[in-house]
Protein backbone atom coordinates (compact mmCIF):
# COMPACT_ATOMS: atom_id res chain seq x y z
CA UNK A 1 0.00 0.00 0.00
CA UNK A 2 1.01 3.46 -1.25
CA UNK A 3 1.91 5.86 1.94
CA UNK A 4 3.17 8.94 0.54
CA UNK A 5 1.03 11.33 -2.03
CA UNK A 6 2.58 13.69 -4.54
CA UNK A 7 -0.49 17.05 -4.96
CA UNK A 8 -1.01 19.21 -8.14
CA UNK A 9 1.02 21.58 -9.10
CA UNK A 10 -1.82 24.01 -9.37
CA UNK A 11 -4.75 24.67 -6.52
CA UNK A 12 -5.02 25.63 -3.32
CA UNK A 13 -3.36 23.91 -0.09
CA UNK A 14 -4.69 23.56 3.05
CA UNK A 15 -2.79 22.18 5.72
CA UNK A 16 -3.58 21.60 9.45
CA UNK A 17 -1.98 19.36 12.34
CA UNK A 18 -2.77 17.85 15.85
CA UNK A 19 -6.51 18.45 16.77
CA UNK A 20 -6.81 16.01 19.92
CA UNK A 21 -9.95 15.47 19.86
CA UNK A 22 -11.46 19.47 19.64
CA UNK A 23 -14.43 19.49 17.76
CA UNK A 24 -15.02 23.49 17.28
CA UNK A 25 -11.42 23.46 15.91
CA UNK A 26 -11.80 20.54 13.56
CA UNK A 27 -15.30 22.46 12.48
CA UNK A 28 -14.11 25.31 11.64
CA UNK A 29 -11.43 24.01 9.98
CA UNK A 30 -14.03 21.81 7.58
CA UNK A 31 -15.56 25.38 7.08
CA UNK A 32 -12.88 26.87 5.71
CA UNK A 33 -12.28 23.37 3.36
CA UNK A 34 -15.87 23.49 2.24
CA UNK A 35 -16.15 27.25 1.58
CA UNK A 36 -12.66 26.86 -0.68
CA UNK A 37 -12.45 26.63 -4.50
CA UNK A 38 -13.18 22.96 -6.01
CA UNK A 39 -9.45 22.52 -6.74
CA UNK A 40 -8.13 22.54 -2.64
CA UNK A 41 -6.52 19.82 -1.16
CA UNK A 42 -6.54 19.92 2.86
CA UNK A 43 -4.06 17.97 4.24
CA UNK A 44 -4.61 16.94 8.01
CA UNK A 45 -0.96 16.30 9.90
CA UNK A 46 -2.69 13.42 12.05
CA UNK A 47 -2.97 13.05 15.98
CA UNK A 48 -6.49 13.43 15.24
CA UNK A 49 -7.85 11.88 18.58
CA UNK A 50 -6.92 11.85 22.30
CA UNK A 51 -7.99 14.94 24.11
CA UNK A 52 -7.16 16.61 27.56
CA UNK A 53 -7.98 14.87 30.66
CA UNK A 54 -10.39 17.10 32.73
CA UNK A 55 -7.48 18.15 35.60
CA UNK A 56 -5.52 19.22 32.41
CA UNK A 57 -8.25 21.61 30.95
CA UNK A 58 -9.07 22.85 34.42
CA UNK A 59 -5.39 23.77 34.80
CA UNK A 60 -4.63 25.12 31.50
CA UNK A 61 -8.50 26.45 30.11
CA UNK A 62 -6.91 28.80 27.74
CA UNK A 63 -4.90 25.80 26.08
CA UNK A 64 -6.97 22.87 26.91
CA UNK A 65 -10.46 23.41 28.25
CA UNK A 66 -11.96 21.35 25.73
CA UNK A 67 -14.15 18.58 25.83
CA UNK A 68 -12.15 15.61 24.08
CA UNK A 69 -15.05 14.74 21.17
CA UNK A 70 -12.37 12.32 19.66
CA UNK A 71 -15.21 10.07 18.85
CA UNK A 72 -17.41 12.96 16.70
CA UNK A 73 -13.94 13.70 15.52
CA UNK A 74 -13.47 10.32 13.67
CA UNK A 75 -17.50 10.45 12.82
CA UNK A 76 -16.87 13.53 11.03
CA UNK A 77 -13.41 12.96 9.00
CA UNK A 78 -14.93 9.27 8.22
CA UNK A 79 -17.76 11.46 6.32
CA UNK A 80 -16.30 14.20 4.73
CA UNK A 81 -13.20 11.24 3.63
CA UNK A 82 -16.57 9.43 1.97
CA UNK A 83 -17.17 12.70 0.32
CA UNK A 84 -14.01 14.08 -0.72
CA UNK A 85 -10.96 11.40 -0.95
CA UNK A 86 -9.31 12.92 -3.33
CA UNK A 87 -8.95 16.23 -1.91
CA UNK A 88 -8.64 15.15 1.84
CA UNK A 89 -5.64 13.66 2.68
CA UNK A 90 -4.96 12.27 6.49
CA UNK A 91 -1.58 11.49 7.19
CA UNK A 92 -1.28 9.56 10.68
CA UNK A 93 0.12 10.89 13.71
CA UNK A 94 1.49 8.75 16.83
CA UNK A 95 -1.76 8.87 18.78
CA UNK A 96 -4.07 7.77 15.71
CA UNK A 97 -1.07 5.24 15.38
CA UNK A 98 -2.37 3.33 18.79
CA UNK A 99 -5.31 2.25 17.63
CA UNK A 100 -3.82 0.62 14.65
CA UNK A 101 -1.00 -1.39 16.72
CA UNK A 102 1.44 1.06 17.17
CA UNK A 103 2.37 1.71 20.89
CA UNK A 104 -0.28 3.49 22.54
CA UNK A 105 0.44 7.10 24.01
CA UNK A 106 -0.10 8.43 27.42
CA UNK A 107 -0.48 11.58 27.21
CA UNK A 108 -3.57 12.62 29.46
CA UNK A 109 -4.21 8.71 30.16
CA UNK A 110 -2.35 6.00 31.10
CA UNK A 111 -3.17 3.88 28.44
CA UNK A 112 -4.95 7.12 25.77
CA UNK A 113 -5.88 4.19 22.89
CA UNK A 114 -7.58 2.21 25.38
CA UNK A 115 -9.05 5.20 27.06
CA UNK A 116 -10.76 5.64 23.42
CA UNK A 117 -11.49 2.76 22.34
CA UNK A 118 -13.83 1.86 25.84
CA UNK A 119 -15.95 4.76 24.19
CA UNK A 120 -16.19 3.82 20.66
CA UNK A 121 -19.16 2.46 19.61
CA UNK A 122 -18.74 0.00 17.03
CA UNK A 123 -19.53 1.29 13.95
CA UNK A 124 -16.93 4.25 15.38
CA UNK A 125 -14.67 1.65 15.52
CA UNK A 126 -14.88 0.60 12.40
CA UNK A 127 -14.53 3.96 10.66
CA UNK A 128 -11.20 4.58 13.02
CA UNK A 129 -9.55 1.13 11.68
CA UNK A 130 -10.36 2.42 8.21
CA UNK A 131 -9.09 5.93 8.76
CA UNK A 132 -5.76 4.87 10.54
CA UNK A 133 -5.29 1.63 8.76
CA UNK A 134 -5.60 3.53 5.05
CA UNK A 135 -3.69 6.88 6.29
CA UNK A 136 -0.71 8.31 4.70
CA UNK A 137 2.46 8.85 6.51
CA UNK A 138 3.52 11.27 4.03
CA UNK A 139 2.66 14.09 1.33
CA UNK A 140 4.50 15.83 -1.00
CA UNK A 141 3.54 19.44 -2.62
CA UNK A 142 5.60 20.13 -5.86
CA UNK A 143 5.65 23.56 -4.68
CA UNK A 144 8.43 22.65 -2.42
CA UNK A 145 6.91 21.15 0.95
CA UNK A 146 6.88 17.79 2.33
CA UNK A 147 4.48 17.16 4.84
CA UNK A 148 4.47 14.46 7.71
CA UNK A 149 3.35 14.08 11.20
CA UNK A 150 7.36 14.39 13.06
CA UNK A 151 9.93 15.62 11.77
CA UNK A 152 11.72 12.56 9.83
CA UNK A 153 15.66 12.34 9.89
CA UNK A 154 18.22 10.29 8.83
CA UNK A 155 16.31 6.85 8.64
CA UNK A 156 13.92 7.93 6.16
CA UNK A 157 16.13 7.11 3.39
CA UNK A 158 13.10 6.75 0.66
CA UNK A 159 9.72 7.04 0.25
CA UNK A 160 9.22 3.50 -0.48
CA UNK A 161 10.63 3.30 2.42
CA UNK A 162 6.97 3.93 3.80
CA UNK A 163 4.76 1.92 1.60
CA UNK A 164 3.06 -1.41 3.42
CA UNK A 165 1.24 -2.48 5.86
CA UNK A 166 1.20 -0.93 9.03
CA UNK A 167 2.74 -1.30 11.26
CA UNK A 168 5.73 -3.03 9.87
CA UNK A 169 5.67 -6.25 10.50
CA UNK A 170 8.99 -7.75 12.27
CA UNK A 171 12.56 -8.25 10.33
CA UNK A 172 12.63 -4.90 8.10
CA UNK A 173 14.23 -2.58 11.44
CA UNK A 174 15.20 0.15 8.00
CA UNK A 175 11.34 0.40 7.43
CA UNK A 176 10.36 0.30 11.45
CA UNK A 177 12.73 3.32 12.34
CA UNK A 178 11.98 5.23 9.49
CA UNK A 179 8.08 5.12 9.79
CA UNK A 180 9.02 5.73 13.74
CA UNK A 181 11.01 8.68 12.71
CA UNK A 182 7.87 9.97 10.68
CA UNK A 183 5.57 9.29 13.48
CA UNK A 184 7.11 10.24 16.70
CA UNK A 185 10.20 13.05 15.72
CA UNK A 186 10.29 16.65 16.91
CA UNK A 187 12.61 18.74 15.08
CA UNK A 188 15.86 17.71 13.45
CA UNK A 189 18.97 19.67 13.45
CA UNK A 190 19.03 21.96 9.95
CA UNK A 191 21.52 19.57 7.98
CA UNK A 192 19.47 16.31 9.39
CA UNK A 193 16.12 18.29 7.23
CA UNK A 194 18.57 19.71 4.24
CA UNK A 195 19.59 16.48 3.60
CA UNK A 196 16.23 14.58 3.73
CA UNK A 197 15.14 17.11 1.26
CA UNK A 198 17.79 16.44 -0.95
CA UNK A 199 17.19 12.81 -0.75
CA UNK A 200 13.24 13.04 -1.18
CA UNK A 201 13.67 15.52 -4.07
CA UNK A 202 16.02 13.39 -5.79
CA UNK A 203 13.66 10.62 -5.73
CA UNK A 204 10.58 12.55 -6.91
CA UNK A 205 12.01 15.05 -9.37
CA UNK A 206 11.16 17.88 -7.40
CA UNK A 207 12.77 20.59 -5.69
CA UNK A 208 11.62 20.48 -1.83
CA UNK A 209 12.77 23.36 0.41
CA UNK A 210 10.86 23.02 3.63
CA UNK A 211 9.53 19.90 6.06
CA UNK A 212 5.71 21.29 7.25
CA UNK A 213 5.07 18.76 10.38
CA UNK A 214 2.64 18.70 13.38
CA UNK A 215 3.33 16.72 16.36
CA UNK A 216 4.58 19.90 18.48
CA UNK A 217 3.26 22.80 20.22
CA UNK A 218 3.82 26.52 20.48
CA UNK A 219 1.35 28.73 22.08
CA UNK A 220 2.48 31.49 19.44
CA UNK A 221 0.81 29.11 17.14
CA UNK A 222 3.60 28.94 14.26
CA UNK A 223 7.61 28.22 14.71
CA UNK A 224 10.38 27.87 12.54
CA UNK A 225 13.56 24.80 13.04
CA UNK A 226 16.40 24.37 11.66
CA UNK A 227 15.73 27.12 8.71
CA UNK A 228 14.22 24.97 7.34
CA UNK A 229 11.24 22.88 9.14
CA UNK A 230 7.95 24.72 10.30
CA UNK A 231 4.40 24.09 11.80
CA UNK A 232 1.12 25.48 12.53
CA UNK A 233 0.16 24.99 15.71
CA UNK A 234 -3.43 24.55 16.68
CA UNK A 235 -3.53 21.99 19.72
CA UNK A 236 -1.63 23.85 22.27
CA UNK A 237 -2.13 27.37 21.37
CA UNK A 238 -4.81 29.61 22.84
CA UNK A 239 -7.64 29.98 20.64
CA UNK A 240 -6.44 33.90 19.17
CA UNK A 241 -2.92 32.30 18.23
CA UNK A 242 -4.12 28.76 16.22
CA UNK A 243 -3.04 28.58 12.93
CA UNK A 244 -3.18 26.64 9.62
CA UNK A 245 -1.84 26.64 6.12
CA UNK A 246 -2.95 28.23 3.07
CA UNK A 247 -0.83 27.48 -0.04
CA UNK A 248 -0.67 28.23 -3.57
CA UNK A 249 0.36 25.37 -5.00
CA UNK A 250 1.38 26.92 -8.37
CA UNK A 251 4.21 29.04 -6.27
CA UNK A 252 7.57 27.86 -5.29
CA UNK A 253 8.22 27.95 -1.69
CA UNK A 254 11.84 28.65 -1.02
CA UNK A 255 12.18 28.69 2.78
CA UNK A 256 9.62 28.53 6.01
CA UNK A 257 9.84 32.01 6.22
CA UNK A 258 8.28 32.41 2.73
CA UNK A 259 4.89 30.67 3.90
CA UNK A 260 4.53 33.49 6.61
CA UNK A 261 2.02 35.25 4.18
CA UNK A 262 -0.15 31.73 4.21
CA UNK A 263 -0.39 31.76 7.43
CA UNK A 264 -4.21 31.64 8.64
CA UNK A 265 -5.98 32.20 12.22
CA UNK A 266 -8.52 29.62 12.59
CA UNK A 267 -11.06 31.50 14.88
MN1 LIG B 1 2.01 13.67 17.81
Request: charged residues 25%; proline residues 6%; glycine residues 8%.
Amino acid sequence: MKRSLVLPRAGQLLVSTDLHGNLRDWRALRAVFEASPPDTHWVVLGDLVHGPDEQTARLKPQLYGFEDQSAELIDELFELRERCADRVHFVLGNHDAGHVGFRHTAKFHTDEVEHLESKLTPRQHECAQQLFSNALLAVVAPCGVLMTHGSPGDALTSLALLDGPLPPGPGNEERIVAIGETLWCYGQRGEVSQRLLQRISAETALDLRVVVHGHDRDESGWFIEGGNQAQPVIFGAPDANKKYLCVDLAKHVESPEALEPSLRSLH
